[in-house]
């Protein structure tokens, strides 16, 4: 039951008890002994009700001022030495944030992102880059993110990363090492590489930089203007259609072009 509407049902219990001792005084032949309550026992709900009320009232100002406000429409995010894709000096930067096991991410990664590519990013106008932000109830996106990073040692972090989003159901570490090998990773240096947990902080801080800017699940986008390293724009959350990143990339195109 919501407080609001338990402070009504208080106030209509109120206005009973209210009621109940004027017809006491009012109605005559209606001696007190008849009366359904005493005055004395009125007064004592009332003052029950009132303290009540005032409760109630306190706890729905502490239940207001808990809520969270809306989701900005907009967000920023650090890009400095995270895997890119594109040309470094596009006028625009679409910063990703993914989970190798999130089926929404997959399911931009072969049907929107393809289009991307081949309409912004091949031709120079967008940058890409990639966050990791493994969610904790996927098991194995942390050690998916982490193999990611280190096929980008050798240069084959797209491919692993196509992959890794194929095979979201076997991302164990024997899957892994076969991936691996799929795109002629050299597999000592890679295996040394995963080994070392040597990027584990990178992808701590990218989860860190979500929930600093209310991102909570993936895929989740910030569309802006190119800088060395912070990208400050239009947030887009989830496996959206084509159209809602082409209308917003052209639209920051335009703009940055005035």
């Known amino acids: 039951m919501g407080i609001k509407y338990t402070l009504f049902l208080i106030a209509c219990v109120a206005a009973t008890v209210v009621v ?13 002994d008849s009366t359904a309550i005493s005055h004395q026992d009125s007064q004592v709900i009332l003052k029950e009700l009132k303290e009540v009320r005032s409760t109630l009232e306190r706890l729905e100002k502490k239940v207001s001022a808990g809520k969270r406000p809306p989701t900005p429409k907009t967000a920023s995010a650090s890009t400095r030495d995270r895997p890119t894709l594109g040309n470094p000096e596009a006028k625009i930067t679409v910063v990703e944030f ?13 049907t929107t992102f393809k289009q991307l590519k081949k309409n912004y990013i091949d031709n120079g106008k967008v940058r890409w880059v990639v966050l990791d932000m493994p969610l904790s109830f996927h098991q194995d996106a942390m050690l998916a993110s982490l193999a990611a990073h280190c096929a980008a040692e050798q240069d084959k972090f797209w ?26 990773l050299k597999t000592e240096t890679f295996n040394q590489c995963i080994n070392s947990n040597r990027y584990d902080e990178d992808i701590k801080r990218d989860i860190a930089q ?10 989740t986008f910030v569309i802006g203007k190119t800088t060395a390293d912070i990208i400050k724009g239009r947030r887009i959350i989830g496996a959206q259609a084509y159209k809602v990143f082409s209308d917003e990339i052209e639209a920051q195109l335009k703009a940055v072009t005035k």
């Open 20 to 32: 109940t001792l004027k017809a006491a005084t009012l109605i005559p032949g209606l001696s007190s």
């Open 98 to 110: 993914t989970d190798y096991q999130c089926p929404f991410c997959y399911r931009f990664e072969k």
């Open 159 to 184: 491919e692993l990363r196509e992959l890794l989003f194929q095979n979201q159901k076997k991302l164990k570490p024997e899957h892994i090492a076969s991936y691996a090998k799929q795109v002629d």
């Open 210 to 219: 979500a929930e600093k800017q209310r991102i909570s699940g993936t895929p």
